[in-house]
């Protein structure tokens, strides 16, 4: 017996008549994935990786900077160390002690700081701006203030072996104590990290390469005729530019401590002062990257 009721209606399949006198199946999903046919959500995008913190950021960057050094400076450690010994033994046929002897010892030790600091930091930024290496850092995801303390950092440390070199040999040279040479400790990173940011900023704010090394060579030769030669027997105008220049207070405090009973309040207020303009420098230097790695 033939039945007379559609195959559709038993099977529980049965369709929807449009407009057009089509069937449209029943129960078949729409196009995006619901039931009625409406476009489902967009998937939500992958949640990207956290941003590297300053401490690990800066720690990677000063290893990076110090094996480079370590490779590339040498030679040029070499020559600061033995300009500024070859300074102190012009500077003995002028000065024979006291305190001039002790401006001559101080101001020695810290232009080999200056030099590599200040000098070579700024040429180093210089080129990396100028050959597109600021490009490279502004993609990582690394803070701009541990590049540059980074940087700073492994080229303030490369001086300590020439400083601590300089500061024995003048002192034999002068005849000067070498009780109170373990001030170096303090002296050697905050003039470091003045003269690094204020070489940091010389580099990235000049327009060309060649002005930075310019600059450079500039900062260098203030820092050996202001804090080499003796402040008593400089003009004062020229003592005002020795008051702004940042190793000035380094230099201070290190020649303070060739004295007998040494004012380690005073020292203590010269470091303190280092360290504020350190500080600044180094700010200063931070925002010069910002500035030139957006441009």
Known sequence: MTSIVPAEAVSGHAGQTDRTGQTEPH?????????????????????????????????AVYRAQLSRARVARIPLLFVATFQSIGIMVLMRGVVDGGSEARAVVAGSSVLVVAFVALNLLAQYF????????????????????????????????????????TAVTGSM?????????????????????????????????????????????????????????????????????????????????????????????VVALDLAVCAVVGVLSLAVATWAYRRAAVR
């Open 27 to 59: 129960g078949l999903p729409g196009p995006a994935g619901d039931d009625d046919g409406a476009p489902g959500p967009s998937p939500s995008p992958a949640p990207l990786a956290p941003r590297a913190r300053l401490f690990p950021s800066l720690a």
């Open 126 to 165: 210089g080129q990396l701006r100028a050959g597109g290496g600021l490009d490279h850092y502004a993609t990582l995801p690394v803070p701009p203030a541990a590049v540059v303390l980074g940087a700073a950092g492994a080229y303030a440390s490369f001086t300590v072996p020439g400083t601590i070199v």
């Open 173 to 265: 040279l002068f005849g000067l104590p070498m009780t109170h040479l373990w001030v170096l400790v303090a002296v050697i990173p905050l003039s470091g990290a003045a003269l690094a940011g204020l070489g940091a900023a010389l580099g990235l704010l000049a327009p060309r390469q060649e002005l930075a090394t310019l600059l450079g060579q500039l900062g260098m030769s203030a820092a050996l005729l202001l804090g080499v030669l003796p402040a008593a027997r400089l003009p004062e105008p020229i003592g005002w530019a020795r008051d702004l220049l940042p190793s000035t207070y380094g230099v201070e405090a290190l020649s303070r401590s060739f004295d007998a009973h040494p004012d380690w309040a």
